[in-house]
């Protein structure tokens, strides 16, 4: 079965400083990836998205990520950090099986500090 | 355009009760999903509804949760004898083509 890992549960960075999130995964064919955010109190927002071809991938809100097979990861990065972009971030499989549904990581939590 | 829409934004039940939680995906989607949110737990996939076909419930907890979407457009997510551990924030996406996945705003139930 696919599974999700992001290995940081909580990050802070300064504001205009440069964020890299960690997301691995385990499956089986070529994945489908996603990153959302979620802001409190908020659903969740679909920054990108990875189905196939060019392996990095640009967002929203000046987002981007790199799908490196060899490794198993999506990571999720952007180059200066914006006090408003403090919120949860999900990275997530679509799975192949039955009905697509999605399973996520465990979240991490992104601290901007002033 | 408008986005997916669930309702209540918040219920507080008691113990034993039932509650009933509606969502509206976005006009057109034929894919409809509901997931949990729960801290110990993180999102979890509930159920899948796709056009006419049987619905997906091997994500349902138990036997106390069930849901419906009629007319192939809003759905109710209906948890029967709530216990405290239902408490959670319960979110609706729906999708076009069963990839992109477009979230609401979720219901935090609240069980006491």
């Known amino acids: 079965a696919q599974s999700v890992t992001q290995p940081d549960i909580h990050i802070t960075v300064s504001e205009g400083a440069s964020l890299e999130l960690r997301c691995n995964y385990s499956?089986?064919?070529?994945?489908?990836l996603f990153w959302y955010v979620q802001s409190p109190g908020q659903g969740l927002q679909l920054l990108l998205k990875y189905f196939s071809g060019d392996t990095l991938v640009q967002g929203i809100k000046g987002f981007e990520a790199e799908f490196k097979r060899s490794q198993s990861s999506f990571n999720l990065r952007k180059p200066s950090v914006h006090w408003s972009d403090a919120a949860e971030y999900f990275c997530?499989?679509?799975?192949?099986?039955?009905?697509?549904?999605?399973?996520f990581g465990e979240g991490t939590q992104l601290t901007v500090n002033p | 355009g408008a986005g997916v829409s669930q309702s209540p934004s918040n219920k507080v039940t008691e113990k034993g009760k039932d509650v009933e939680l509606r969502c509206d995906p976005i006009s057109g989607h034929t894919a409809l999903y509901w997931y949990r949110q729960s801290l110990g737990q993180g999102l979890e996939f509930l159920i899948y509804f796709q056009g006419n076909s049987a619905p997906d419930k091997s994500g349902l907890p138990s036997d106390r949760f069930s849901a419906e979407r009629t007319g192939g457009s809003v759905s109710t997510l209906t948890i029967q004898r709530t216990q405290q551990e239902d408490s959670a924030v319960y979110l609706c996406a729906s999708a076009h083509n069963s990839y992109e996945q477009y979230f609401g705003p979720g219901t935090r139930l609240t069980v006491t």
């Open positions: 499956y089986g064919a070529t994945p489908y």
């Open positions: 997530a499989v679509l799975g192949e099986t039955s009905g697509s549904r999605l399973t």
